[in-house]
C-alpha cells in the first residue's frame, strides 16, 4: 500500500527529471541483456573452433607418424596402408550410408508432410503429426535393436530378391549376405531415424505457404496436386533442402544403430546387400575406441576430424543451394 | 469468348453460418459489374462463389444456382477445376508465384492445360498476354526476372495478364486495386476499360468513385448489423445508382452516409 503512494508520488518527479535520466535501472537491464545475447552468439563460435583446434591436436600425431610405424603400432590398421587409405573407406561407408537413408527418407517425408499440411482432415493431421514428432524421441539404441533384431530378418528376403532380379545394377550385386548386416539394412533404419526431423521440417514450411499463392493456382484451375506443385513446393524448397540436411547431419553421424546392425569391412564396395564392405566414421570409433592405444586412439580422432569437415562441407552446400535462388524465393 | 451469368435464389454458407442470403441478378456479357456495399455485407463472398473458389474456404458451401450461359456450374457433373479453368480471377492483393519469372507467371494458367506448348508459342502468347494487360512495354526486356521484382500495381497487371492468358470467359476482380497507389489504380481501371469488349467482368470495390468510373451495372448489397446474413439490395444501370438509386439504403451509402 505504502508502496503504491509512494510511486505515484514519485512519478511526477522522475517526469520533470527529463527524459534521458528517468529510469537508470532499464538502462542496465538493456545492456546486459545485449552483453548476454551477444556472449551466447560467441559461445557457438568459441565451441566450434574448440571443437576443431581439440581435433587437430589430437589428430596430429597420427598424422605426422610415418605409414609403417603406424602400421606397426596399432592392430587394426593392416602393413602397408597410410591413414588416408584408411579414412578413405570410412568417409566412402559414411558417405554412402547417410546418401542411402536420405534417398529412402526425403521423398517419403515429403509425402507425409504433404499429407499432413494439404490432405489430411485436421483432426487426423494433428495427431498424424505428433505420432511422427514422437518417433524423433526414440533414442537410437532403441532403433539399433529393433532394426537388428526385429527389421533386418524380416528385410531379408527382399534382398534376396533384389539380388536375384535386379543384380545387375551394381548397387544390388549379389549374393547378398544372410544374415543381412549389410549397408543396404543399415539405410532402412537410418532412414526411419530420419525421417521424423525431415517430416516435422518439411510440414512446417509446407504450412507456411502463403495462401495468397494458393489460392493464386487454384483460381487458375489448378488441382490439388497441381496447386501443391505451383505453391507449395516451390515455396517449401529451400525449406525441405534444410529438413535434409538435418537428417543428413544425422545420418552422417548415428553411431549405435550402424554399429549394432553392420557387419564391417575397409573397402569402396558399392554392393550394399553384401556384408563385411562397409563401415562408418562414427560406428567404427565407437568400435574402437576403448582397445585403442595412444596412438590408435590419435587415429580415430583424425577420422572424427574427417567427419568434422563432411559435415562442415554438407551444411555449406546446403546454404549455397538454398541462397543460389535467393530472389526468387518467396522471401521478398 | 464472353458468356453472361445468372445467379438464382442464392445462399452463401461458411460452416452453419449463412453469410450471404437470397440473391438473384443477372450478369451481362461483354460489360463491366460492380459490386459494392460495406465491409462484411458479402460482396467478396459471393463473387468467389462465381468460379467456386468459396469452397476451397473449409466448410464454404453454397444453395441455389449459378449458370454460365445456362449451365449450372454447381450441378452434379460439373468439376470446379473446370470452372476455374473457364472464369479468371484477380485478387486484392497481388500474387504473382514468387519462384516463377514474369514469363513463367504469364504461363502458369497455360502450361496446366497444354504441357506441351511449343517455344514460339509460348512468347507469342505472353507478348499477346502482357500487351493486352498493358504492361509489355515495361517488361519487355526482362521477361526472365523474377514477378516479386515488379512493383505492386505491375504485379497485379502481370496478374491480370496471368489470367487473360487462359483466354477465359469471365473475369472476376476482388477489389483488384484496393493495395495500390492511385497511379497504378489509374493503370488498372485504363485495363479494365479497354478489356470490357471481350470478356464478362466483374468487380468487387470499395471505391465507389472506381465503380461510377469503371462499371456498367452495379450492385449494392448490405447488411441489417453483425452475424446477419449480406443481402442484394438493388442493381441497376450504374448511372441510375449514382443519380437516382432506388432504395433509400443505397443514397445514403453512396453519398456516404454510412459504410
Redesign the interface.
Known sequence: MSTSEQRTADAPASARAGLGAGRPGRDVAGRAFAVLATGAGALILLTLAAVAVFLVIRAWPAMTTPADELADAISWIPEGTTLLQYIGPLVFGTLLAALLALAMAVPVAIGIALFISHYAPRRLASGLGYVVDLLAAIPSVIYGLWGGLWLAPRLEPAWHWLADNLGFIPLFAGPASTPPRVLMTVGVVLAVMILPIITAVSREVFLQTPRLHEEAALALGATRWEMIRMAVLPFGRSGVISAAMLGLGRALGETMAVLMILSPGFSYSFALLQAGEHQTIAANIANQFAEANPLGVSALIATGLALFVITLVVNMAARWVVARRKEFSGAN | MAQRIDIKDLNVYYGSFLAVADVSMAIEPRSVTAFIGPSGCGKSTLLRTL?R?HE?V?GGRVEGTVAMDGVDLYGPDVDA??????I??V?Q?P???????IAENVL??VR??NRRISKQDAADLVERSLQGANLWNEVKDRLNR?G??LSGGQQQRL?IA??IA?KPQILLMDEPASALDPISTLAIEDLIAELRSDYTIVIVTHNMQQAARVSDRTAFFNIAGTGKPGRLIEMDDTRTIFSTPSVQATEDYISGRFG
Open positions: 468460379n473458389m476451397v473449409p477445376v473446370a470452372v476455374r479453368r473457364q479468371g480471377m485478387f492483393r500474387n504473382p508465384f514468387p519462384t516463377m519469372s502458369a494458367g496446366l492445360n523474377p516479386s521484382s496478374c496471368r489470367a487462359v
